[in-house]
Nanobody, 124 residues
Framework: QVQLVESGGGLVQTGGSLRLSCAASGRTFVNYAVSWFRQAPGKEREFVAGIRWSLGWTYYADSVKGRFTISRDSAKNTLYMQMSSLKPEDTAVYYC?????????????????WGKGTLVTVSS
């Protein structure tokens, strides 16, 4: 299994920014899809953004397009998500997840490895 560790969550005011990190150990992300999901209290886990690592193709949920940007650092085997113009509805636990790079990368049921999550709270 790939071991994933998220970091960078915290408390921020509406309109503020945070950068989340997802660091992997055990193996590299090469030939994997890596995605961010989030889950707010009482809600289903939802896709936020993802990347097909080797190709660099990125995908975003409509709710975060233009505000969130993901990028990869292959040397550090780390995926970043820069979050800007944060809104109260962005409040959630954010999870990094990965799977072999075939099929969908926006379905949490298809992900094979998960981090423990990092909490993002946006004050209203």
């Amino acid at each position: 299994q790939v071991q994933l560790v998220e970091s960078g969550g915290g408390l921020v005011q509406t309109g503020g920014s945070l950068r989340l990190s997802c660091a992997a150990s055990g193996r590299t992300f090469v030939n994997y899809a890596v995605s961010w999901f989030r889950q707010a209290p009482g809600k289903e886990r939802e896709f936020v953004a993802g990347i097909r690592w080797s190709l660099g193709w990125t995908y975003y949920a409509d709710s975060v397009k233009g505000r969130f940007t993901i990028s990869r650092d292959s040397a550090k085997n780390t995926l970043y998500m820069q979050m800007s113009s944060l809104k109260p509805e962005d409040t959630a636990v954010y999870y990094c997840a990965t799977k072999p790079s075939t099929g969908r990368l926006d379905d949490y049921n298809e992900m094979t490895s998960w981090g423990k999550g990092t909490l993002v709270t946006v004050s209203s």
